[in-house]
C-alpha cells in the first residue's frame, strides 16, 4: 500500500509539474517583446529568443538562460534500407539492404541506376553495384568533358603527344 501511495504522489508531481509549465493566461499577441536576442530554454524545451519571448507566445512560466540542448540520434536516413529511420538526425552508417539482412519486396528490382551507365536498368529500383561506365565517350574529340571539341581539347592532346604510356 505504501509502494502504491509512493506511485500515486510521484505521478501527482509529475502531471502538476508539466501544468505548472504553461499558463495559458500569459500568452498575449498584442505584447510587445524587444528583438534582443538573449536565448532561453523553455519548461517545454523550446529555445525562445528571449525570456519575454517565452512567456507571452508560449505561456512558459519557468526557463533558464542559453538555448535548448537537443541531443540528436544517429541511424540510417536511406528511405529504401532496411532499417530506414525516419527520425534520424544524420547517417551512422548502419543501414542495412536486401536481400542480405532483410525482406526484399517484390516492387523492388536491383539493377543499374546509373543514367550515364552503359548498362543502365531503367526498371531498377535499387542500385546493385553492377554499373558499367562507358569507356568511349559519345564525343571522341572532347578531351575535357565539356562537350565541346575545341582548341582547348587539342592543347591538352598536344601537351602529352609523344610521352609514353606504360
Known sequence: MRSLLCLLAWFAGVFATAQDCMDPALIDPEAFCT???????????????????????????????????????GGC???????????????????TWPPESCFWPDTWAAGCTYLDAINYDEN?????????????????????????????????????FGEDCY
Open 35 to 73: 528583438e534582443e536576442y538573449a536565448p532561453v530554454c523553455g519548461c517545454d524545451m523550446v529555445t525562445y529568443s528571449n525570456a519575454c519571448q517565452a512567456q507571452v507566445t508560449g505561456g512558459v512560466t519557468s526557463w533558464t538562460d542559453g538555448p535548448c540542448v537537443v541531443v540528436e540520434y
Open 77 to 95: 536516413t536511406y528511405d529504401r534500407a532496411c532499417n530506414y529511420n525516419p527520425n534520424a538526425a544524420f547517417d551512422d552508417g548502419s543501414c
Open 124 to 160: 531498377a529500383t535499387i542500385d546493385d553495384g553492377s554499373c558499367i561506365e562507358d569507356p568511349c565517350p559519345d564525343c571522341l574529340g572532347d578531351v575535357n568533358g565539356d562537350a565541346y571539341v575545341g582548341v582547348s581539347d587539342v592543347l591538352l592532346m598536344l601537351s602529352v
